[in-house]
Nanobody, 127 residues
């Protein structure tokens, strides 16, 4: 099991940027594929972005493609989500997630395949 702690949430105006960070501990971070999900009030949790163990392959939801960038630093045991051109519809609680991956190049975009989750951090985008 890996423990995940998100940081970097907050309030931002539409068109602004935020950078989320997720710090992992407890297991070998580079053994895990990582992802970001979000959940808005009254809605189901939805996939945002994923990255493989090595960081070489990434995958994004259509709603954030071209605006958000996921990255990881295996030396620092962190994964980040750079969010640009934020819009009110991006308002949600954002969660970091981890899953053991035996293939270095696999990314995972379904929530049920993730075993470990952070507590979430709130992003509010005002219009």
């Amino acid at each position: 099991q890996v423990q995940l702690v998100e940081s970097g949430g907050g309030l931002v105006q539409a068109g602004g940027s935020l950078r989320l960070s997720c710090a992992a501990s407890g297991r070998t971070f580079s053994d895990y594929a990582m992802g970001w999900f979000r959940q808005a009030p009254g809605k189901d949790r939805e996939f945002v972005a994923a990255i493989c163990r090595s960081g070489w392959r990434t995958y994004y939801a259509d709603s954030v493609k071209g605006r958000f960038t996921i990255s990881r630093d295996n030396a620092k045991n962190t994964v980040a989500l750079q969010m640009n051109s934020l819009q009110p519809e991006d308002t949600a609680v954002y969660y970091c997630a981890a899953t053991l991956a035996y293939n270095t190049y696999i990314y995972v975009y379904t929530a049920r395949e993730y075993s470990d989750w952070g507590q979430g951090t709130q992003i509010t985008v005002s219009s």
